[in-house]
Structure formats: C-alpha cells, structure tokens
C-alpha cells in the first residue's frame, strides 16, 4: 500500500497564492502518475493537475497557466504551485498516487478562497 498525505492548504484571498504538498509513503517504488484532484461541496470530484514519473505534465483547462504541478521523485513527493487563486478554486483538494498495486487516495487538504 502507499499513503498519500496532503499539507499546505489554507485560506487566502482572491489573487493569493499557495503551494501544497503531497508526500506518499509505504510500498512507493512503483508510483506512476501523481494527481490532484478536487471536490467543493455540492459538486463531484473533478481533475485538477497530473505528473507522470518522467515530468510530463497534466492541467485541467481551469488551472492551466495559474497552477504548475511537479514532483520529487526520490523523495515521493508531489507540489502543486497555486497562483492566481479565484473563490471558484475552493474545495478540498486530494492526491491520487496510481501505482503499480492500485490507486490510493490522501484524507485531503482544504484550500479556501475568499473574494
């Protein structure tokens, strides 16, 4: 198994920015592509941002160009840089981690925007 945890959420307003993370622990030398994704209340999840293991890189057509996604492979973690933020951005944002052994899903990290 692989335990993605999130950190780095917060409340800013509109304009501001903020950087989360998502370190994943455990079985880790079979993770294949990082995610995040996103969930405001009253709506589905929805695809924010991927990194595959090689770099390539992975937006939703919302957070491209404000949003810039990596990744530290050596030490199994994922950034996600939020610029620009907007009120609509505000939801609780998840990791995904697809590994060779299945997807695992972080407990999430609220990001909350303010107009």
């Known amino acids: 198994q692989v335990q993605p945890v999130e950190s780095g959420g917060g409340s800013v307003q509109a304009g501001g920015s903020l950087r989360l993370s998502c370190a994943a622990s455990?079985?880790?030398?079979?993770?294949?592509?990082m995610s995040w994704f996103r969930q405001a209340p009253g709506k589905e999840r929805e695809f924010v941002s991927g990194?595959?293991?090689?770099?390539?890189?992975f937006y939703a057509d919302s957070v491209r160009g404000r949003f810039t996604i990596s990744r530290d492979n050596g030490e199994n973690t994922m950034y996600v840089q939020m610029n620009s933020l907007k009120p609509e951005d505000t939801a609780m944002y998840y990791c995904n981690t697809n590994t060779c052994g299945g997807n695992y899903w972080g407990q999430g990290t609220q990001v909350t925007v303010s107009s």
């Open positions: 990194i595959s293991r090689d770099g390539s890189t």
């Open positions: 455990g079985y880790t030398h079979c993770i294949y592509t």
